[in-house]
């Protein structure tokens, strides 16, 4: 059975139970589903590892103005 993502890199998401917010960077999947490397703040800072379950779209990384998203999830 096929598990997809629902993130893209540089998505900037929040973490539900702490209301960080931060950018999706990097990800990895384990037998629960995929683990998202979180980079919190806008900063330079650490990659968190957060389960996607636990995540929430804030906004689509390369939305623009025009309304229009083109994402790229493979």
Partial sequence: MSIS???AHDDI???I???ETGTIKSFHQDENGFICGV???RGAATETEVPEHEL???K???DDET???VRYIS
């Fill in 5 to 7: 993502r629902k993130f």
């Fill in 13 to 15: 998401v929040k973490v």
């Fill in 17 to 19: 139970e702490t209301g």
């Fill in 39 to 41: 980079q919190l703040g």
């Fill in 56 to 58: 929430e779209l804030v």
């Fill in 60 to 62: 689509i990384a390369n």
């Fill in 67 to 69: 309304g229009f998203a």
